[in-house]
């Protein structure tokens, strides 16, 4: 693999919410042990947690930059890999500018329905919060490799969330926070379904024109929030 050097840029704060975003991901039951991975955009690239690191013992230095030709920094002298499921993050931040965080989970709920290639419907207002009128499950493809980049980026037109097939999901946003955030909601939507799936009962969908409504409120929800 070749290295660049990218004069070790300087993002120790971001590096360590990186890290801190990997804790939180296992600390919230919405992933576990070394599975998943976060990223972050940075003018050079990206940065992005390495495969087969626990989380409970990654540190920032063990992050590994990729630049937008996804190519890997040298600033860790090689010892660490990106995640195996780098391209998808690259691909992601190539086509979607308004994407600065990647959280990857294999939560169980939502990773439930994706064994079962079940895209996420209207069931429930909040469904909205991923952008759409729905969360969509993309086709399966082999971890790590272009084609299940290809049909990630296919289920997230329109959304910041989608499940994928016999794997997982990917939740985007404009910061680390958002980002989670919106992977602990897809989860627990998808916990709710999934419940509401075992009733047996019809499950009614909100038609397109009152996700439209909510779409429209979510632009500006929480806009007066002090952080």
């Given at each position: 693999?070749?290295?660049?050097?990218?004069?070790?840029?300087?993002?120790?704060k971001?590096?360590?919410?990186?890290?801190?975003?990997?804790?939180?991901?296992?600390?919230?039951?919405?992933?576990?042990?070394?599975?998943?991975?976060?990223?972050?955009?940075?003018?050079?690239?990206?940065?992005?947690?390495?495969?087969?690191?626990?989380?409970?013992?990654?540190?920032?230095?063990?992050?590994?930059?990729m630049?937008?030709?996804?190519?890997?920094?040298?600033?860790?002298?090689?010892?660490?890999?990106?995640?195996?499921?780098?391209?998808?993050?690259?691909?992601?931040?190539?086509?979607?500018?308004?994407?600065?965080?990647?959280?990857?989970?294999?939560?169980?709920?939502?990773?439930?329905?994706a064994?079962?290639g079940?895209?996420?419907?209207?069931?429930?207002?909040?469904?909205?919060?991923?952008?759409?009128?729905?969360?969509?499950?993309?086709?399966?493809?082999?971890?790590?490799?272009?084609?299940?980049?290809?049909?990630?980026?296919?289920?997230?037109?329109?959304?910041?969330?989608?499940?994928?097939?016999?794997?997982?999901?990917?939740?985007?946003?404009?910061?680390?926070?958002?980002a989670?955030?919106?992977?602990?909601?897809?989860?627990?939507?998808?916990?709710?379904?999934?419940?509401?799936?075992?009733?047996?009962?019809?499950?009614?969908?909100?038609?397109?024109?009152?996700?439209?409504?909510?779409?429209?409120?979510?632009?500006?929800?929480?806009?007066?929030?002090?952080?």
């Amino acid at each position: 693999m070749t290295f660049l050097n990218f004069q070790h840029e300087p993002n120790q704060k971001l590096r360590a919410e990186i890290v801190n975003t990997a804790l939180k991901m296992n600390a919230r039951g919405i992933n576990h042990n070394k599975a998943g991975n976060v990223s972050a955009r940075i003018a050079s690239g990206f940065i992005i947690t390495p495969t087969g690191v626990a989380y409970e013992i990654l540190t920032t230095d063990q992050l590994v930059a990729m630049s937008h030709d996804g190519v890997t920094d040298d600033t860790n002298n090689g010892k660490n890999l990106p995640s195996s499921e780098w391209r998808f993050h690259h691909d992601i931040y190539a086509a979607r500018p308004d994407v600065s965080a990647i959280v990857h989970t294999h939560s169980i709920y939502a990773t439930t329905l994706a064994v079962l290639g079940q895209t996420i419907p209207a069931f429930h207002y909040m469904v909205a919060a991923a952008g759409g009128e729905n969360i969509r499950c993309a086709a399966y493809a082999t971890f790590g490799t272009q084609a299940l980049s290809d049909l990630a980026l296919v289920a997230l037109t329109g959304r910041n969330a989608c499940l994928l097939a016999q794997h997982g999901v990917i939740a985007c946003g404009a910061t680390l926070d958002s980002a989670l955030s919106l992977a602990v909601e897809v989860e627990v939507l998808a916990k709710m379904y999934v419940e509401a799936l075992k009733t047996g009962l019809p499950i009614p969908i909100l038609d397109a024109s009152e996700m439209a409504v909510v779409i429209e409120k979510f632009r500006t929800y929480g806009a007066n929030a002090k952080h």
